[in-house]
């Protein structure tokens, strides 16, 4: 640590670690001298020593912070870890605990994303257990044994048959009411007790939301990617937003709703990753380096939510993060698979999966299915982009009408609404999950589903299913499933977006596998009549069961959650791993690349973006292409008849600085040698400044508002008024600059890959103008033709 050692008021020295020693005399105190510290281990900060006028000014409680609703400095923050690493180093040879201080230092990234991983494992079991227990509390409950879902309620008691009619164990409402099982009078009475748990679970769910963590509604990931680009929202990575959204977030997924816990799971991860990074001060007090964690946390999100950890790092990296180098890849590897791990210790399936829809096929595709399911990728392209249009026209109508000013109305309408339509039909009244398991899952002997009603007869167990025709059951099922795909995509338009916790994936990939069995039908039955067509010749021949219309659920699933999300990669990687179908990675790559050009040819972005762009954050995203012709000069700020706000470095006093503050708006501001010259010497942040003078008024005996203000290093001109301030230690010396003939395009490449703030605009090496971040993503929309206005932050 640093230490100062004061003898008789007139020599100090700074006694470093390696026993060179800083040696500052001064003739009784007045003369004015600064001295160059090494950078203090623990505050990324540094120190100066100084005296009489040229007061201390770095070690200023805060400095190096941001503001809320403000971009970080990416080089900065990167800057500030390497001159704090290379300080470690250079200490490791002085003493016993430094080796150990910076053994810990190289270790405690991976110990963070460790603890991220037990965490989010151990989260996401509980959220899995609660969900099914209160899902299941709908339709009814275990008397012997209320904690049990009905699933574990009759296993418990040795049924050997888990059938969905024949459980003693379990007592729906009506017969807890002394009704009997089956009649008008049960129905309605379960019927109603359906309607009325669903507008509990939903009503507290909003009202906690509401109350404790506003940001705990919606899916998360849009501001998740936001963050990871390098914006602060404080506070959306709490602990109260963990708490409440976990929490609400099982509410919600029971009151039947529309939604799916597994984006909100990347949201609580990211939020267990920031809780937890304030353990290690080398990533919490860093927000560029917190970066690295949260990163790995999004994979650990995903992970857990699908039990596919490899997906879940292919997610990290090509949906949410910005800033991904392979250290980051590691450590997401790393934490992927510790959470899937403790997720499989817990087992919150039951079964020996920590897989969602396990299902195994053993039918190998034909090559003449890639028709129908490029097909299905198309059908999936659209049926996401007239969701994404649809649900954007809506949030938009939410936010700038009066409907979002009662936002837990609205969760009680959707949720009555919901519920009303859901429960007459057995394929929308079950849980979302469920209803994807059964479509993906073959038809075999113990299926009692009317889906798979074939007229076939079971004589031999052993023995292949054979093709088989359609039974009246497959008939009535498919209308019931056209019913239940009107409803679940009106729903889910109307449902993502309002304030509970609610993710997208699970929806999606429902809406794509109804639409996908009903085609794998249609295939099927196609084969069965005309087996002799040259397509199916060969394959179909012998009788044998060579179409499987569970995978084209499948598909069908990957397509349009593809077309929503517009991943592609981490796409096919999670439905392989959800499904444990490795065989059918041809498939489910064609749907995807057909879902997702057919969606970026019908509307260009995301849900995931669009929704970013709606809520006005300032996100430049690397994949959009800048084709515009216009030089930095046109974007630059003041435009060229206008004054620009700078600092001179050494001819302001303490009153003009505090005066230019009031007056503008500006987060920084140019330091130049002087109005005449304009030639640039720093750039100084606004909130550093506040932050100097408050703490030079508080401290330092003698500063008023007649002080000057300088940013020099030499002495400045001897005056006989109050002693000067000295900020140079809160000047960056070397801020990126560019000329005014700039091309655009490389502006936006900057702003991009070196993820700045701002860049200063020179001509001939004077200052002309600064251009922010936020100023560039208004040019992109001005030339987008998109409201500017739009961008809401810096």
Known sequence: MAGYEFTNGTRVTYVHSDDDMIDITTSGATDIRSARVPEDDETNVNYSVSFSGAHETADIPGIGQYDDFHTIDWQRDIARDRMRHRY??????????????????????????????????????????????MTDLKFGICPQA???NKEQCCWSFNETSFDVGNCSQWLTWAEVLGQAKEGAGSYIISYLFYIVWALLFAALSASLVRMFAPYACGSGIPEIKTILSGFIIRGYLGKWTLIIKSVGLILSVSAGLSLGKEGPMVHIACAIG??????????????????????????????????????????????????????????????????????????PFGNEHSVLFFVEYNKPWIFFELIPFILLGIIGGVIATIFIKANLYWCRYRKFSKLGQYP??????????????????????????????????????????NLCDYNRNFTDVNSAIEIAAAGPGVYQAIWLLILALILKLVMTIFTFGIKVPCGLFIPSLCLGAIVGRIFGIGVEQLAYHYPKTFFFSGECYAGDDCITPGLYAMVGAAAVLGGVTRMTVSLVVIMFELTGGVRYIVPLMAAAMASKWVGDALGRQGIYDAHIALNGYPFLDSKDEFAHTSLAADVMQPKRNETLSVITQDSMTMDDVENLLKETEHNGYPVVVSRESQYLVGFVLRRDLNLAIANAKRLVDGICGQSLVVFSS?????????????????????????????????????FRKLGLRQTLVTHNGRLLGVITKKDVLRHVKQMDNEDPSSVLFN
């Open 714 to 750: 030499g002495n400045p001109p001897q005056t006989l008024g109050p002693p000067p301030l000295k900020l140079k230690k809160i000047l960056d010396m070397a801020p990126i600059t560019i000329t005014d003939q700039t091309p655009m395009e490389t502006v936006v490449d900057m």
């Open 408 to 449: 837990v109305t609205e969760v009680l309408v959707v949720t009555v609404i919901t519920a009303i339509i859901a429960y007459p039909n057995p394929y929308t009244r079950m849980n979302t999950s469920q209803l994807i398991y059964l479509l993906f899952s073959q038809c075999g002997i113990s299926n009692t589903d």
């Open 274 to 347: 920031n809780i937890l990074s304030y353990l290690f001060p080398k990533y919490g007090r860093n927000e560029a380096k917190k970066r690295e964690i949260l990163s790995a946390a999004a994979a650990a999100g995903v992970s857990v939510a699908f039990g596919a950890p490899i997906g879940g790092v292919l997610f990290s990296l090509e949906e949410v993060s910005y800033y991904f180098p392979l250290k980051t890849l590691w450590r997401s590897f790393f934490c992927a698979l510790i959470a899937a791990f403790i997720l499989r210790s817990i087992n």
């Open 146 to 148: 209320f904690w049990l």
């Open 88 to 133: 470690i180093i250079k200490k490791k040879q002085d003493s016993l605990w430094s080796l150990i201080e910076g053994a810990h230092d190289a270790w405690s990234g991976w110990l963070c994303v460790l603890l991220v991983g037990l965490f989010t494992g151990v989260v996401a079991g509980v959220i899995d257990i609660g969900a099914s227990w």
